[in-house]
């Protein structure tokens, strides 16, 4: 194999020699130069002016290199690559905004040795790379592959002029061809770069056979991709003249009815459905628009999506009522223990139903603390009445359009929140549960709470408008339940559209029954344990009751039944007693085995000290998880006037406290406290477990009776409970939450239990189990506790209360 050689001309032999050894070097930012190739180069900055007027001055020639980074604005020498182009200035055209067009003739190629260190402009030592060139059979592949390769990319490439193959063919020279497929080729200038860094004619070539394969393989997939969507859009127009051609026909031929399948069929389930007249008329109105517009118009597919739900939606479909009460009154005794008021209203309505048949659906509100079972008391009924049964959560719903939904002139509109459940349903007569009511909040997008007066008010909801369905719809067969913790926390005006039956904390014998029908047998199945016989008696209830969980409801309470038998699981697990026995032996789990499988108790059972004490008084407070017995200790103290309230007291349980000193101030001649009593005395009202917030007007008496005695310096009774609000005239006004005040009563051995006198009512709703062993007076008048608080001034005054047991 021939060696490989250099072969210039004379002339180019002459022009080799005629360059100097250093020369000015240009940087380019967006070109890579080839030998052989002429280009023009607009110069701004201020090195590179200065290069070119250096190469100008001298003969004319200049070293043409990229820049590593195109980005970068003043380039060091470290930015600018070695290898590059030798090339002569033809033509200099200096421009009037001060910058500088020069048109450059590429050399030939070169490598540069060293940087001078020049301070006006980049100059470096250069080494001329001339090629060398074989004549053997590799070289000859070599060509005749790239040649074949270019010429195939110059016919896909749309940006290649079909010129440049003439010119290529018109080339003989190895190296010269090789530059002129360089230039022409459509690629990054890191690519282009890497065919001068390459020492030798065979290695640029390969390399430039490697760029253009890649090259014809990726035009190709984009002439692919582009047939591809060109066929899709033929296809689509093509597709869009035949229906125009069609609906012409169909005009010639006087026929109005588009025989899309489709259309024909929703058409059909219009006519089968029985819809209202208005919104038959609205559903066939919107048919007629569908058969006019194309399939691929955007108002199709509104259209189209709005009449799926006028077909979906129930229009006279419902279920059958189950109107047996003994039946209904089964079912809700089954799933719930206690809740007489609710289950009571419901055999109401069920026996109205029975003698009216066709009634209005109700609007019933359930209101009490968490965990009571309202949600689960609305499943119970939707099941004793055979109807389906649909929860909507309200909680933090802020945007109107989640009740009323949004209007089809925006993308993606749906109905709201009820139609939607409507649809789920499948019939008018559901029994559909509006969760957390009261969490409703507003925004700037509007006031759900007020879209729901329509909705639940049973005058209007049988024209009940949707936004997105624009047409009335029946919502007065649907039966609605609501839940909420406060009442307080509804609008009036929603309040007043619901019957709202409040569902009190359940009382400890509540939960004992609930925990031993319910908790109990589903967490035995839940845990495995079915098989055992494990038997939680009520002293083991109550320890977890009392011990271990301070709720309203039983949902801790049912939580701590789960933790201790997944412990009572590990125990027979660990002890190889998995097998299974016909009659195994009775693990009884009373409040010791409580205490020892659970820990410490979480809770402990506040016992009153017992003994007459100055200025300590117990009151009856109601809290979210039940009664519970509250302490008024007051002190006095000699100092600055000066009335101090602590234990977290709330606004309106303050105003009490200002009420009570405020009566007691001006009463003092009838009390027997001397005038002025209060100067010079610093008071102080405390009420103990500081750490738990305490509000609300039911502890006025409490407040009064701790300040009389602390003034008079006579012991209060600490056999006596008291609740009630007072008035500055003296009067006890009713309070709320009397069933878990005595409960509490009860729990703390109060003997004696003062209460307003117009709370006697509330004592015929309270179970006789709670009002056993309990001594309930109702008081009218500030001075008719006295004689009960004070035993000392009993014998002196005539008990005015009324003793009610």
């Known amino acids: 194999m021939p060696e490989d050689t250099i072969v210039l001309s004379e002339q180019e032999q002459t022009v080799v020699e005629d360059i100097p050894e250093i020369l000015p070097v240009l940087p380019l930012r967006d070109i890579i130069l080839f030998p052989y190739m002429m280009y023009p180069v607009l110069i701004g900055r201020e090195q590179s002016i200065n290069a070119a007027n250096a190469a100008i001055h001298s003969k004319k020639y200049i070293f043409l290199a990229a820049q590593k980074k195109s980005n970068i604005d003043n380039p060091k020498a470290v930015d600018i690559h070695r290898e590059g182009t030798v090339a002569k200035i033809v033509q200099i055209l200096k421009m009037p905004n001060g910058l500088m067009k020069i048109l450059v003739d590429g050399l030939v190629q070169g490598r540069i040795v060293d940087f001078t260190g020049n301070p006006d402009f980049f100059e470096a030592k250069i080494e001329i790379v001339l090629p060398q060139i074989s004549n053997d059979h590799e070289m000859s592949a070599l060509i005749r592959q790239m040649s074949s390769l270019f010429k195939e990319y110059v016919k896909i490439n749309r940006n290649t002029p079909q010129d440049a193959l003439n010119v290529f063919d018109s080339i003989d020279e190895p190296d010269r061809k090789l530059y002129y497929a360089a230039a022409n080729i459509v690629q990054s200038m890191d690519i282009k770069q890497v065919i001068l860094q390459k020492s030798t004619l065979k290695e640029q070539y390969y390399e430039i056979i490697n760029v253009l394969n890649s090259e014809i393989d990726i035009l190709k997939i984009e002439k692919e991709i582009d047939s591809k969507v060109q066929e899709n859009i033929a296809k689509s127009q093509r597709r869009f003249i035949i229906q125009e051609q069609i609906k012409i026909l169909q005009n010639e031929l006087g026929e109005d009815e588009d025989e899309s399948p489709e259309t024909q069929k929703i058409a059909d389930k219009i006519k089968k459905i029985k819809m209202p007249k208005l919104a038959h008329a609205k559903a066939m109105e919107e048919v007629n628009k ?29 279920s059958k009522d189950n109107l047996n009460i003994k039946h209904v009154k089964g079912i809700l005794d089954e799933d719930h223990y206690g809740l007489e008021k609710p289950k009571d209203r419901i055999l109401e309505h069920i026996a109205v139903l029975n003698l009216v048949k066709n009634m209005r659906g109700q609007i019933l509100c359930f209101a009490g603390p968490p965990g009571v079972g309202k949600t689960s008391l609305a499943k119970s009924i939707a099941r004793a009445l055979g109807r389906e049964f649909i929860r909507i959560s309200l909680g933090g719903v802020r945007d109107e359009a989640e009740i009323r939904g949004h209007r089809r002139t925006y993308i993606g509109s749906l109905p709201g929140k009820i139609l939607q459940s409507m649809k789920r349903a499948g019939t008018i007569n559901p029994v559909i549960l509006l969760d957390e009511i009261d969490k409703l909040s507003s925004d700037f997008r509007g006031d759900p709470s007020s879209a729901m007066l329509e909705v639940l008010d049973p005058e209007q909801n049988h024209t009940f408008q949707d936004h997105y369905l624009e047409v009335d719809y029946d919502l007065s067969q649907v039966m609605f339940i609501t839940t909420a913790n406060v009442r307080y ?64 409801g039983v949902r801790n309470l049912e939580r701590e039944v789960a933790a201790l038998l997944r412990k009572i699981a590990r125990e027979i697990v660990q002890g190889g007693k998995t097998k299974k026995q016909k009659n195994p032996p009775q693990i009884l789990v009373d409040n ?8 410490v108790p979480k809770y402990k059972s506040h016992v009153p000290h017992k003994d007459n004490q100055i200025g300590s008084v117990f009151g009856l407070a109601w809290t ?64 103990p477990e500081g750490a738990i917030p305490k509000d609300g007007p039911s502890a006025g008496i409490t407040l009064t009776m701790a300040l009389l005695s602390a003034f008079k310096g006579v012991p209060a009774s600490r056999a006596i409970a008291m609740t009630g609000e007072i008035t500055l005239r003296g009067n006890v006004l009713p309070i709320g939450g009397l069933t878990e005040k005595l409960l509490a ?37 500030i001075e008719d506790a006295l004689s009960y608080v004070f035993p000392k001034m009993a014998a002196k005054r005539k008990p005015a209360g009324k003793k009610l047991k």
């Open 592 to 599: 010791n085995k409580v205490e020892k499988l659970l820990g």
């Open 745 to 781: 009563a009860k729990r703390g051995n109060i003997a004696t239990v003062l209460i307003p006198k117009e709370n006697e009512a509330d004592l015929r709703e309270i179970p006789g189990n709670i009002k056993d062993g309990l001594k309930i007076v109702s008081i009218e008048k």
């Open 489 to 552: 926390n509804i609008p009036l005006p929603l309040q007043d559209r619901m019957e709202i039956i409040e569902l009190t904390s359940y009382l400890e014998l509540d939960k004992i029954e609930i925990a031993k029908k319910h908790i109990i047998p589903k967490q035995l199945i839940q845990n495995g344990l079915n098989p055992y016989n494990i038997l939680l008696d009520d002293s083991g209830i109550k320890a977890i009751i009392r011990g271990f969980t301070r709720e309203a």
């Open 624 to 687: 979210s998880v039940g009664g519970e017995l509250l302490t008024v200790d007051v002190s006095i103290m000699k100092g600055v006037e000066k009335f101090l309230l602590t234990g977290q007291l709330g606004d309106v349980m303050k105003e009490s406290a200002m009420a009570a000193l405020s009566y007691i101030r001006s009463n003092a001649k009838h009390f027997g406290l001397p005038e002025g009593f209060y100067r010079g005395k610093e008071i102080h009202i405390h009420l």
């Open 290 to 318: 569908l058969r006019k517009i194309p399939q691929m118009s955007p108002e199709y597919t509104v259209i189209r999506n709005y009449l799926d739900w006028m077909v979906a939606l129930p229009w006279t479909k419902r």
